[in-house]
């Protein structure tokens, strides 16, 4: 097996524990908080509190997975100085 094709695995195995990851942390927020409000009698405080760290868990999780594994070897655009139509015209004299 060539080096690009054991790239493409594993990175085709990480893309896989995103979802995981997205789903273990939204649905463990919102089981923790349904199970605290129905101990202490709150209604539903935790429940939503916990459901919203939960979501932020799992995208904080998802964005550290892709900085972390999908890097590209070299940037698309080095600098905005360097392209030649980024150059503003001459101010017109009035």
């Keep these: 097996m060539d080096r690009e094709t054991k790239k493409s695995f594993v990175q085709m195995a990480y893309a896989s524990s995103i979802g995981i990851a997205m789903v273990i942390t939204i649905f463990g927020g919102l089981f923790l908080g349904s199970y605290l409000d129905r101990k202490l009698g709150t209604g539903y405080r935790f429940t939503i509190v916990l459901l919203l760290i939960g979501i932020t868990a799992g995208f904080r999780n998802m964005y550290l997975l ?12 080095t ?14 004299k009035t």
């Design 79 to 92: 600098s905005i100085k360097s392209e030649p139509h980024r150059k503003r015209p001459p101010p017109k």
């Design 66 to 77: 892709i900085k972390k594994n999908f890097t590209d070897e070299k940037p698309v655009i």
